[in-house]
């Protein structure tokens, strides 16, 4: 089945402690990109990956990095996680070229304390 | 700046009352629009695809058109699970960056 999963789903944490939230496709899809979803802001794009060892920043990069050393994977790093980053956070990829038929991932809900 | 705004923010219809929700864009150089739908708790679930002025796409009670300054969502004898989120996005040519509108929370009655 074609899927994109997001590892942890949901995960409360503490100011300050390194976290790592996994994301992989099974789709050999070239385009990745994480969001996060804030209510009366909508969904902001972070990251985004064209294809391997190629990424660039979204709207609001800043508190976070990206690496995409395989296809397959595109793991989201927050070095040193601040409040303001509790957020719904969603994985997406898709064929190169356009983020046609762009499937997301089931969401990881952060809660930064 | 580029940026995409939706309306309205939120819309309530009886079942079978047919309307259309707004995305409205500015963007340096269009790649492609798109909606989408996102039920609550879960991720944005892809419509459609439009990439120039005056091309439409359907799929069963939904219809999608694109100007050169926006779209609209037409929705047809609407039944209550379409009621979700709809999201609008425009990707830019220079650099295939995407923005997001806020989205639309319709809500059908039954």
């Known amino acids: 089945e074609a899927q994109v999963t997001q590892n942890p789903r949901y995960l409360i944490t503490v100011t300050g402690k390194k976290l790592t939230v996994t994301c992989s496709q099974n789709?050999?899809?070239?385009?990745m990109s994480w969001y996060r979803q804030d209510p009366g802001l909508g969904l902001r794009q972070i990251y985004y990956s064209m294809n391997v060892e190629v990424t660039d920043k979204g709207d609001v990069p800043e508190g976070y990095k990206v690496s995409r050393k395989e296809k397959r994977n595109f793991p989201l790093i927050l070095e040193s996680p601040s409040p303001n980053q509790t957020s719904l956070y969603f994985c997406?990829?898709?064929?190169?070229?356009?983020?046609?038929?762009?499937?997301f991932g089931p969401g990881t809900r952060l809660t930064v304390l | 700046e580029d940026q995409v705004t939706q309306s309205p923010e939120a819309l309530r219809l009886q079942e079978g009352e047919s309307s259309s929700l707004n995305c409205s864009y500015t963007?340096?150089?269009?790649?492609?629009l798109f909606w989408y739908r996102q039920d609550p708790g879960k991720g944005p679930e892809f419509l459609f695809t439009l990439y120039s002025a005056g091309e439409e796409k359907e799929k069963e009670r939904l219809k999608a058109t694109l100007t050169k300054k926006e779209s609209f969502l037409h929705i047809t004898a609407p039944k209550p699970e379409d009621s979700a989120t709809y999201l609008c996005a425009v990707q830019r040519n220079r650099d295939d960056k995407i923005i997001f509108g806020k989205g639309t929370r319709l809500h059908i009655l039954p």
């Open positions: 789709m050999n899809h070239e385009y």
């Open positions: 997406a990829s898709s064929l190169r070229g356009s983020p046609r038929f762009q499937f």
């Open positions: 963007v340096s150089g269009l790649r492609g």
